[in-house]
């Protein structure tokens, strides 16, 4: 079982940067495939990136590559998500979301865990 919280969302500036985080509890973090997908209102839930349970493999959706990093310290059952250069188009309810296997990273229904999101706005 793996519970997970995540911080750090907030307003912005488009340009500006954030950072969140997402806090996991359970013996089974550093073992779990973490990712963050977001949604923004009226849309589907989307991909955003993903991280081997080693953090040596990551996973970017298109829209974010070359301005969002995910890591991860497993010491601190964390996850990390740092965001520069947003845009308007960012904006959403950002989820912190984990699985026990490899397979389908991208794919929102295959994962197990869920956090209840924290809000990004950009403003233009």
């Known amino acids: 079982q793996v519970q997970l919280v995540e911080s750090g969302g907030g307003l912005v500036q488009a340009g500006g940067s954030l950072r969140l985080s997402c806090a996991a509890s359970?013996?089974?973090?550093?073992?779990?495939?973490m990712a963050w997908f977001r949604q923004a209102p009226g849309k589907e839930r989307e991909f955003v990136a993903a991280i081997s349970w080693s953090g040596d493999i990551t996973y970017y959706a298109d829209s974010v590559k070359g301005r969002f990093t995910i890591s991860r310290d497993n010491a601190k059952n964390t996850v990390y998500l740092q965001m520069n250069s947003l845009k308007p188009e960012d904006t959403g309810v950002y989820f912190c979301a984990a699985k026990t296997t490899i397979v389908g990273v991208t794919r929102s229904r295959e994962y197990e865990y869920w956090g209840q999101g924290t809000q990004v706005t950009v403003s233009s």
């Open positions: 359970g013996r089974t973090f550093s073992r779990s495939v």
